[in-house]
């Protein structure tokens, strides 16, 4: 039985075969399941580096265009915080040593354009960021201090890894299985 040898064996053959397929398939499906999990771990220990990169740059960024434009960013912040207050008011500005004389010069300046606006005290504070203004008077208070707008970009970032942390969203910017950025 030659013919019955042949069959038996090409059943062989093709059992080993399929068992060789089979452990194969599973072995590149732990495979790509490993390369997702690391995938994903690596994107989780880069987003912190991240955000702490993209915040180190957006307070540079700022902090260049405030050097740059200090006089016109501490008018157009005193101008909004004069707009915020009633003339009567007694208010005091508080702003870092370095901007004391711009905003007495600048004071000056409003003064002859607001006649009703009375006395104004300026006092300075060295933890200021150079181009903030404090702004308080009887009826409330005016932050325009660099410092508190920070704090409204640190909110974002703060939503930005909270989200991350809870799984909204997504890691975008992420290359799915399969693509390659770059």
Do not use: C
């Amino acid at each position: 039985d030659a013919d019955a040898a042949a069959a038996e064996a090409a059943a062989a053959a093709a059992a080993e075969h399929e068992a060789t397929l089979a452990h194969l398939a599973g072995s590149f499906g732990a495979m790509t399941e490993a390369l997702a999990g690391e995938r994903a771990r690596v994107w989780d220990l880069q987003r912190d580096e991240f955000l702490t990169l993209l915040r180190l740059a957006v307070e540079r960024t700022v902090n260049v265009a405030i050097d740059a434009r200090r006089e016109e960013i501490l008018a157009a912040l005193l101008h909004e915080a004069l707009e915020a207050i009633d003339a009567k008011a007694e208010p005091t500005l508080t702003v870092h040593p370095e901007d004391e004389a711009l905003l007495r010069e600048l004071l000056v300046r409003a003064k002859a354009e607001r006649p009703n606006l009375h006395r104004v005290s300026v006092r300075v504070n060295p933890a200021f960021i150079p181009g903030s203004l404090y702004l308080e008077y009887p009826e409330g208070l005016v932050d325009n201090t660099i410092a508190s707008r920070f704090a409204e970009v640190e909110t974002v970032f703060a939503h930005l890894a909270a989200a991350e942390a809870s799984g909204e969203g997504g890691p975008e910017g992420v290359p799915e299985a399969g693509h390659v950025d770059g």
